[in-house]
Structures are given as structure tokens and as C-alpha cells.
């Protein structure tokens, strides 16, 4: 169960190490603006933005290899408070933004909480 508990926090934090590149570097891109479902004045009116908030994907991401990297029951809470965090960002993403980001920023973290939460 440990293994599978520090599998999807990984699986986290690299979704958001993603997000973090996503956000911060291909934002104005034919990729980002596909991925984002942005014209290209949008997404230059949001780059700074959009850099700012793939910044905090960054900061959650590091959060949970913090929490993977410390040892005993601490690393597990910090697990814990940084999936917390990214559950609350899903769902106010999905809320305000996208439903899909619910799933796809809300889903997994949730499924590795419970895990780590069992473990």
C-alpha cells in the first residue's frame, strides 16, 4: 500500500510539474492555445497570468516531493495538506473555470489521498 501511495502522489506531482510547463512556457503556443482553448490575444492578455498560476502548480508539485522525500508519519501529513491544496485548486478550478479540471486536477489527488490516508 506504501508503494501504491508514493506512486500516485508522484503521479500528482509530475501532473503538475506539467501543468507548471503547460502554463508557464507553452501558454501562447499553438499547443498551449489548443490545450487551453484560447485565441492567440487571449492568451497574450493572460500570459502573465497564466505564468503566476503555473508558478503555484510548480509550488504544489514541490510540496508533494517534499512530502515523499520526508521521512516517517511528517512526510505523510505533508502529503496529505499539499493533496488537500491541489483538491481545493480542482475544485474551484472546476467551479470557476472548467469542470474538467475537477476531474483532471481534483480526481487523482483525491484517489492518492485516500491511498495515502490507508497506507
Given at each position: ?28 503556443t ?18 502573465v ?8 502548480n ?42 474538467r479540471?475537477?476531474?483532471l486536477?481534483a480526481?487523482?489527488?483525491?484517489l ?8
Open positions: 500500500m506504501n508503494n501504491l501511495a508514493a506512486a500516485l502522489v508522484l503521479l500528482v506531482a509530475f501532473e503538475h510539474v506539467y501543468f507548471l510547463y503547460l502554463e508557464m512556457f507553452l501558454w501562447t499553438p499547443k498551449g492555445l489548443k490545450i487551453f482553448g484560447n485565441t492567440a490575444q487571449k492568451a497574450e492578455d493572460s500570459r497570468l497564466a505564468a503566476n498560476q503555473g508558478l503555484y510548480g509550488f504544489l508539485a514541490a510540496g508533494l516531493l517534499w512530502g515523499l522525500a520526508y521521512p516517517g508519519e511528517a512526510g505523510r501529513h505533508i502529503q496529505m495538506f499539499f493533496l488537500g491544496c491541489v483538491i481545493v485548486a480542482g475544485i474551484y478550478g472546476g467551479i470557476t473555470a472548467k469542470p479540471i475537477a476531474v486536477q480526481g487523482p489527488a483525491a492518492a489521498l485516500l491511498v495515502v490516508a490507508l497506507a
